[in-house]
């Protein structure tokens, strides 16, 4: 069944009337010849049912009628049913229902999942702003000289001659000075997070 073909006849009218026995006469469905025609003939009615009553999607309306069309095959095996033009019809009204039941229960998920994934970038920001504060108020604790060698070392990635130059020590002074002060860091960063 090709998109062309069948997007040609989704103005076609239902006949709710015609049955497979009626218009087959006495023949079975079962019968894969009689099955065929009878196919051919339903088929331009429940896609264009279909195809006009789900936003005029033609792969949406393929995959409905195809499961239409197997329910049928199910129910002419089981002869659990008058399989008919109106049954085929009625039967389509159904998928197209749970169709939309689950498109609606998709989008209901998607927003769950962006309202949880909003929620996790709020909390990331949350603990962000924190662990920024904690790490302030380490820094404040420090003496000065500790705090402008992390400040200048780490946060403004000078090299070490380059901060015992500012700092008015050797590179050898001012490693000792960034050891020092890593530690005292660590300390007061964890001391900030229990209180």
């Keep these: ?12 009218p239902i006949a709710a009337t ?15 010849v009689e099955f065929a025609r009878f196919y051919d003939r339903a088929l331009p009615q429940v896609y264009g049912y279909l195809f006009n009553r789900c936003g005029r999607q033609p792969e949406v309306a393929q995959d409905l009628t195809q499961e239409v069309f197997t329910a049928a095959v199910a129910a002419i095996q089981r002869d659990s049913a008058d399989v008919d033009v109106a049954w085929l019809i009625g039967v389509a009204r159904h998928k197209l229902v749970d169709h939309y039941r689950a498109r609606e229960r998709d989008d209901c998920g ?9 929620r996790d970038d709020e909390l990331a920001r949350w603990e962000v702003e924190q662990t920024r504060d904690a790490a302030l108020r380490a820094l404040a ?33 001012t490693e000792s000075v960034l050891v020092r002060a890593r530690r005292a860091f660590r300390a007061k960063f964890a001391e900030g997070n229990h209180d």
């Design 1 to 12: 069944m090709t998109t062309s073909a069948l997007s040609s006849v989704g103005q076609l």
């Design 141 to 173: 604790k420090l003496a000065p000289e500790q705090s402008a060698a992390l400040v200048l070392f780490h946060l403004d990635g000078l090299a070490i001659a380059e901060v015992a130059e500012l700092l008015g020590k050797s590179v050898r002074a």
């Design 18 to 32: 015609s049955t497979a026995r009626a218009v087959d006469g006495a023949v079975s469905l079962r019968d894969p």
């Design 110 to 118: 998607l927003r769950r999942v962006r309202l949880q994934a909003s």
